[in-house]
Each structure stands twice: as structure tokens, then as C-alpha cells.
């Protein structure tokens, strides 16, 4: 199976703040990598695919970039409705496999 | 709109058995894959497997191959999920999921059925 490792696990931030999150694999998966957005209690919901295409309805501050085994998640202005848990997934191979996931918390 | 319902919350004990329902809507339900996602209780998510309606034809991640069972009814566009024998160690969140394809993303979740095993 491919390992994907996130960091950090997690991080404090405020509204307005430029944030980063990483993910790796452990082989080279191409661009075959999405992140999804997750709010306590609810499900996950899809932000990006193929590294960096937005999902319909994803706000632009949302970005992602990255091929190969190195890719990040950047948002460009955290807003209050943010603050949650990003995870990344391979799609390159089954099993599908998902990273440990970003909490973002508000500093 | 694509909608994914997923049957109420369950309780119950070990060795009983289980099976847990996922409605679809608002797509052609034969021809999307439907999968499910496990995530206990403060963890990540795995990725257990995935069904196409269209044939039944299942792909299991290796982790959950044996222990779990994916089927479908395309007369009423509902994917299940089963166990014969539950484990406390099953006790998780299970959110079933739609993916255009074997090896792409989920682009859209059910609101998941929390199940807990216990004596």
C-alpha cells in the first residue's frame, strides 16, 4: 500500500493567515492526489483532485500543488469557516489510502 | 442534486450481525462506484473497498478483504454494507461514498451511520 504522511498534524492560525499543509507519499503517485475538507461531526467534503483541480463550488482561496511524492494544500486567507481537518488521499492505486489529516485550529 | 442517505445510527453486541444501507439520488446510480469509508472514533479515514452497481463487481482493500461484505440493489439505487460476525473493534463512523472510477477521488460522502459494538 502507498503511505501518506502529513504534516504538521496539526497547527494554530488566525483569520487572514496564509496557511500550508503537506502531504508525501511514499512512491511517486503522479498527480493522483486530493484533499478534502472535514468539520467535527460531519462528513468529509471534497476541496481538490488531481493536485490541483478545484471541486465545483470550492472557494479560490483553496489551492493545491505538487507531483510526484511531494504536495501541498495552501490556503491563501483563512476565514472562521476553515477551521477544520484536511486530509489528503491517493488515487493512484488501490487501496486508496489517506493521509493522518491536518487540524487547523483557531490561535 | 446528488444525495447519498445513509441508514440511522445502530447498536450492537458481539457475534450479531449487521447490515447498513447507503440510498442514492439525484445520478445514474450504474454508473458510479460506491465505496465506503471507515473512521473510528478521533482517527483518519480508510478507504475499505468499492462496488459497481452496474455488475457487483467489488474491489476490497486488503485490510478489510474477508471481514465485510458490499452489495448493491439496483432496483431501489441502495449500496449495503455487512457483517456477519461484529467485533468491538468495529465500532467506527462508516461513511459510504461516490467515485467516478476505481482509483479517483470521492466526490461525494453520505452523512455516514455511526455503529458500536458493545456487550
Known amino acids: 500500500d502507498i503511505q501518506m504522511t502529513q504534516s504538521p498534524s496539526s497547527l494554530s492560525a488566525s483569520v487572514g493567515d496564509r496557511v500550508t499543509i503537506s502531504c508525501r507519499a511514499s512512491q511517486s503517485i503522479s498527480n493522483y492526489l486530493n484533499w478534502y475538507q472535514q468539520k467535527p461531526g460531519k462528513a468529509p467534503n471534497l476541496l481538490i483532485y488531481?493536485?490541483?483541480t478545484l471541486q465545483n463550488g470550492v472557494p479560490s482561496r483553496f489551492s493545491g500543488s505538487g507531483t510526484g511524492t511531494d504536495f501541498t494544500l495552501t490556503i491563501s486567507s483563512l476565514l472562521p469557516e476553515d477551521f477544520a481537518t484536511y486530509y489528503c488521499?491517493?488515487?493512484?492505486?488501490?487501496?486508496?489510502?489517506f493521509g493522518g489529516g491536518t487540524k487547523v485550529e483557531i490561535k | 442534486e446528488v444525495q447519498l442517505v445513509q441508514s440511522g445510527p445502530e447498536v450492537k453486541k458481539p457475534g450479531q450481525s449487521l447490515k447498513i444501507s447507503c440510498k442514492a439520488s439525484g445520478y445514474s446510480f450504474t454508473n458510479y462506484w460506491i465505496g465506503w469509508v471507515r473512521q473510528m472514533s478521533g482517527k483518519g479515514l480508510e478507504w475499505m473497498g468499492i462496488i459497481f452497481p452496474s455488475d457487483s463487481d467489488a474491489r476490497y482493500s486488503p485490510s478489510f478483504q474477508g471481514q465485510v461484505t458490499m452489495s448493491v440493489d439496483k432496483s431501489i439505487n441502495t449500496a449495503y454494507l455487512q457483517w456477519r460476525s461484529l467485533k468491538a473493534s468495529d465500532t467506527a463512523m462508516y461513511f459510504c461514498v461516490r467515485q467516478p472510477g476505481i482509483a479517483v477521488e470521492s466526490d461525494f460522502w453520505g452523512q455516514g451511520t455511526l455503529v458500536t459494538v458493545s456487550s
Open positions: 488531481g493536485a490541483s
Open positions: 488521499q491517493q488515487s493512484d492505486s488501490t487501496p486508496l489510502t
